[in-house]
């Protein structure tokens, strides 16, 4: 599964941007969904994740309340809509695909190693 991120780009500080993630040519419909984050000489950090039917969402403490995940699995879609953006935000944002769809308290999909398929990343710049 090639995924592809976009929507990217340079924002300033308390602006917002939509990221989406797709996979031409084939369904998503049936995975667990996650964005990741990673700025520049830090790890790759989870950002938020939804289950395979958009039931279950789970986002890190530093994005909650600012930070929406969402999918569309008609169009074999998912988004990230992401408000009042900080500096601390700067980061290449990836999606990323879990073949186990389902999601809970004990495996909400924080852990990267959970998924399976990643796309190329998009980048994403606040400015102060």
């Known amino acids: 599964v090639q995924l592809q991120a976009s929507g990217g780009g340079l924002v300033q500080a308390g602006g917002f941007l939509s990221l989406s993630c797709a996979a031409p040519?084939?369904?998503?419909?049936?995975?667990?969904m996650g964005w990741f984050r990673q700025a520049p000489g830090k790890e790759r950090e989870f950002v938020a994740a939804?289950?395979?039917?958009?039931?279950?969402?789970y986002y890190a403490d530093s994005v909650k309340g600012r930070f929406t995940i969402s999918r569309d699995n008609a169009k074999n879609t998912v988004f990230l809509q992401m408000n009042s953006l900080k500096p601390e935000d700067s980061a290449v944002y990836y999606c990323?695909?879990?073949?186990?769809?389902?999601?809970?308290?004990?495996?909400?999909?924080?852990?990267?190693?959970?998924?399976?398929?990643w796309g190329q990343g998009t980048q994403v710049t606040v400015s102060s």
């Open positions: 990323a695909a879990d073949t186990y769809g389902v999601l809970d308290d004990v495996d909400n999909g924080s852990d990267p190693r959970e998924y399976d398929y």
């Open positions: 040519g084939r369904t998503l419909s049936s995975y667990a």
């Open positions: 939804i289950s395979w039917n958009g039931g279950s969402t």
